[in-house]
């Protein structure tokens, strides 16, 4: 080790008010070696913490370091026999004097063996946290990790420690200071002190440094460990073993007895460098809690409202009455549902909702320039994460607002449509249906979850012909790669069945009731997606282009409209099939 490992002037410099995680409890001791033998090396890393209110600030500061915050303050509740209880999360000064709040309790397991820390459960359910592991998520903030824990191989904990932004947001709702109390000790046992890195030092006792008290203790081992010992051991004599309830009386001279002995122990070589630190430090809230009181976040985006780029503040669009919509780049649905926990739902052919980890549904529609307009006032009332993402994709306003959604929040129509995604999913339920009642198989090998499914067909994965045939693959594996090939082949006629894919065999299948030529041209689209689905895997250029063409794309739209007309084209042949072979079926329900 190094001599500025052992004088700890990176470690000292540092202060929890400025760091990332502060730690609320901590007791590490990472040591290698025996602690009486050269060679021996150890760093420890201990800290204990509480809330105070601004009225006990003073006494905090005067009276209580290490010795009543740090490790070895029992956390723990307390029945008084005059009927007083003491809850585990007051801090007591005196008995029945609390005067601060345990932010980590600490719970002795002693039949089953151990200890375990527990985070203040009224930290965890203002700031929303559930526990993943170890740690403390907030799913509200698309489950950033708040606190974690630190166990050792035995399972015990080790460390606590939160995020500082968050604390300081519970700190501020209930008007508390954070003190923290911690202490570093760096041990390493040396031949001795000449040819050492520790050669250039010398003792010195509790030097104020950083805020703390540093001490460099060099001694030799043996000054440590070394030295005489006494022992004492007292007995009974008057205690018949053989009595069946043997009662001693009082104790005296005739009826105890008693040896001591006296000897020295020693010999160990070497020097022993230790290095501490002892440092109490506030962490002060800033006077603002947004999650959990819900002050105002003064942090939060502008937006563009006006084709000549003027912005309004978020805290201005956060009206209901506000009037005014917003439009993004569509990419911004494929950054959101990037996140855990955010899904997109279709209500109509052009609108559809977002809905996010802080429970609310954004209502969207899709513009004539297949940009993203939105009812302001839906972006503004979202959490402040989710409104920089927005707002990253905020554009000046091109194209209107989309019909179906003016239609939807101004007129309180709704428009009588549907979208791609939706009717491709629903077709597809409905041919299994039919397909389990005429011919009483299973059409697809398994069953899928179609609203999580959707999330990857969407027109919105489409960016580039690159995702574009990413979509393909993703709609030949939800239906072509799913269809049940034993069962198609016990309905299939032609002669070469048992070398068709799943695709030829339902073609087959719907050959006998229309004709071969016409399942074809219906399979058509069908067979181009799956061509581009392998394109997907082995590009070339003008073989992708005839599988495109297949499909029925005009490459000329935009890559987004190319991807709805991929989905609604294999959509209306899997419609078509359905129509063509169970026709008559819907006929006869309606009649």
């Given at each position: 080790?190094?001599?500025?490992?052992?004088?700890?002037?990176?470690?000292?410099?540092?202060?929890?008010?400025?760091?990332?995680?502060?730690?609320?409890?901590?007791?590490?001791?990472?040591?290698?070696?025996?602690?009486?033998?050269i060679?021996?090396?150890?760093?420890?890393?201990?800290?204990?913490?509480?809330?105070?209110?601004?009225?006990?600030?003073?006494?905090?500061?005067?009276?209580?370091?290490?010795?009543?915050?740090?490790?070895?303050?029992?956390?723990?509740?307390?029945?008084?026999?005059?009927?007083?209880y003491?809850?585990?999360?007051?801090?007591?000064?005196?008995?029945?004097e609390?005067?601060?709040?345990?932010?980590?309790?600490?719970?002795?397991?002693?039949?089953?063996?151990?200890?375990?820390?527990?985070?203040?459960?009224?930290?965890?359910?203002?700031?929303?946290?559930?526990?993943?592991?170890?740690?403390?998520?907030?799913?509200?903030?698309?489950?950033?990790?708040?606190?974690?824990?630190?166990?050792?191989?035995?399972?015990?904990?080790?460390?606590?420690?939160?995020?500082?932004?968050?604390?300081?947001?519970?700190?501020?709702?209930?008007?508390?200071?954070?003190?923290?109390?911690?202490?570093?000790?760096?041990?390493?046992?040396?031949?001795?002190?000449?040819?050492?890195?520790?050669?250039?030092?010398?003792?010195?006792?509790?030097?104020?440094?950083?805020?703390?008290?540093?001490?460099?203790?060099?001694?030799?081992?043996?000054?440590?460990?070394?030295?005489?010992?006494?022992?004492?051991?007292?007995?009974?004599?008057?205690?018949?073993?053989?009595?069946?309830?043997?009662?001693?009386?009082?104790?005296?001279?005739?009826?105890?007895?008693?040896?001591?002995?006296?000897?020295?122990?020693?010999?160990?070589?070497?020097?022993?460098?230790?290095?501490?630190?002892?440092?109490?430090?506030?962490?002060?809230?800033?006077s603002?809690?947004?999650?959990?009181?819900?002050?105002?976040?003064?942090?939060?985006?502008?937006?563009?409202?006006?084709?000549?780029?003027?912005?309004?503040?978020?805290?201005?669009?956060?009206?209901?009455?506000i009037?005014?919509?917003?439009?993004?780049?569509?990419?911004?649905?494929?950054?959101?549902?990037?996140?855990?926990?955010?899904?997109?739902?279709?209500?109509?052919?052009?609108?559809?909702?977002?809905?996010?980890?802080?429970?609310?549904?954004?209502?969207?529609?899709?513009n004539?320039?297949?940009?993203?307009?939105?009812?302001?006032?839906?972006?503004?009332?979202?959490?402040p994460?989710?409104?920089?993402?927005?707002?990253?994709?905020?554009?000046?306003?091109?194209?209107?607002?989309?019909?179906?959604?003016?239609?939807?929040?101004?007129?309180?129509?709704?428009?009588?449509?549907?979208?791609?995604?939706?009717?491709?999913f629903?077709?597809?339920?409905?041919?299994?249906?039919?397909?389990?009642?005429?011919?009483?198989?299973?059409?697809?090998?398994h069953?899928?979850?179609?609203?999580?499914?959707?999330?990857?067909?969407?027109?919105?994965?489409?960016?580039?012909?690159?995702?574009?045939?990413?979509?393909?693959?993703?709609?030949?594996?939800?239906?072509s790669?799913?269809?049940?090939?034993?069962?198609?082949r016990?309905?299939?006629?032609?002669?070469?069945?048992?070398?068709?894919?799943?695709?030829?065999?339902?073609?087959?299948?719907?050959?006998?009731?229309?004709?071969?030529?016409k399942?074809?041209?219906?399979?058509?689209?069908?067979?181009?997606?799956?061509?581009?689905?392998?394109?997907?895997?082995?590009?070339?250029?003008?073989?992708?282009?005839?599988?495109?063409?297949?499909?029925?794309?005009?490459?000329?739209?935009?890559?987004?409209?190319?991807?709805?007309?991929?989905?609604?084209?294999?959509?209306?042949?899997?419609?078509?099939?359905?129509?063509?072979?169970?026709?008559?079926?819907?006929?006869?329900?309606?009649?």
């Amino acid at each position: 080790m190094t001599e500025e490992w052992i004088l700890q002037t990176k470690e000292t410099r540092r202060l929890y008010a400025n760091a990332t995680w502060v730690p609320l409890r901590a007791s590490i001791n990472d040591e290698k070696g025996d602690v009486k033998q050269i060679g021996f090396v150890s760093d420890v890393f201990a800290c204990g913490s509480a809330a105070f209110p601004p009225e006990h600030r003073a006494l905090v500061e005067e009276r209580l370091g290490w010795s009543y915050l740090g490790i070895g303050h029992t956390i723990a509740p307390y029945a008084y026999e005059d009927g007083h209880y003491a809850t585990i999360d007051q801090f007591q000064y005196n008995d029945k004097e609390p005067i601060g709040v345990n932010l980590v309790f600490e719970h002795p397991q002693p039949v089953v063996g151990g200890r375990q820390w527990i985070l203040n459960p009224d930290l965890v359910v203002a700031l929303h946290l559930i526990k993943e592991g170890t740690n403390w998520v907030r799913p509200e903030e698309n489950f950033v990790v708040v606190a974690r824990e630190v166990l050792d191989k035995d399972g015990e904990h080790t460390l606590i420690e939160i995020k500082r932004e968050f604390l300081l947001d519970y700190l501020a709702a209930r008007n508390l200071s954070l003190r923290l109390s911690c202490y570093r000790q760096r041990v390493e046992n040396v031949p001795s002190l000449e040819g050492s890195n520790y050669a250039n030092l010398k003792d010195h006792k509790e030097n104020e440094r950083d805020g703390g008290r540093f001490q460099l203790l060099i001694r030799d081992i043996n000054d440590v460990f070394g030295g005489s010992w006494a022992l004492f051991r007292a007995w009974r004599t008057d205690v018949d073993e053989d009595d069946d309830a043997p009662v001693m009386g009082p104790e005296n001279n005739d009826n105890t007895g008693h040896e001591s002995s006296r000897g020295h122990r020693g010999g160990y070589e070497g020097v022993r460098g230790e290095g501490e630190f002892w440092r109490d430090e506030w962490i002060n809230h800033q006077s603002r809690s947004v999650r959990v009181r819900g002050d105002a976040d003064t942090n939060l985006p502008q937006f563009i409202v006006e084709t000549d780029g003027t912005r309004m503040a978020s805290a201005a669009l956060d009206n209901e009455d506000i009037g005014r919509w917003l439009w993004f780049r569509s990419s911004v649905v494929n950054e959101l549902l990037n996140f855990r926990g955010f899904s997109l739902e279709w209500y109509t052919a052009e609108t559809g909702g977002i809905r996010s980890t802080s429970g609310y549904k954004t209502h969207f529609g899709i513009n004539s320039s297949d940009l993203i307009t939105v009812y302001a006032y839906d972006v503004a009332k979202l959490n402040p994460w989710e409104q920089h993402i927005w707002a990253a994709h905020n554009v000046v306003p091109e194209g209107k607002v989309s019909s179906e959604l003016l239609a939807s929040q101004v007129k309180a129509e709704s428009a009588v449509t549907h979208a791609v995604e939706f009717m491709f999913f629903e077709t597809m339920r409905m041919l299994e249906t039919n397909f389990k009642k005429v011919y009483g198989i299973s059409l697809f090998t398994h069953d899928i979850d179609d609203a999580a499914a959707m999330q990857h067909v969407s027109r919105f994965t489409s960016k580039d012909q690159a995702s574009l045939l990413r979509l393909a693959k993703e709609i030949v594996r939800v239906f072509s790669d799913r269809l049940n090939v034993r069962e198609l082949r016990k309905v299939a006629v032609r002669a070469d069945k048992d070398k068709l894919g799943s695709n030829k065999l339902l073609q087959d299948v719907l050959a006998q009731k229309v004709g071969d030529e016409k399942a074809r041209r219906i399979f058509a689209e069908i067979a181009g997606t799956y061509d581009m689905r392998l394109g997907d895997a082995h590009p070339t250029g003008s073989k992708i282009a005839d599988a495109i063409e297949l499909a029925g794309i005009e490459q000329s739209l935009s890559f987004l409209r190319q991807g709805e007309r991929l989905i609604n084209n294999f959509g209306r042949a899997i419609w078509l099939t359905g129509k063509l072979l169970f026709g008559h079926l819907e006929e006869d329900e309606a009649a």
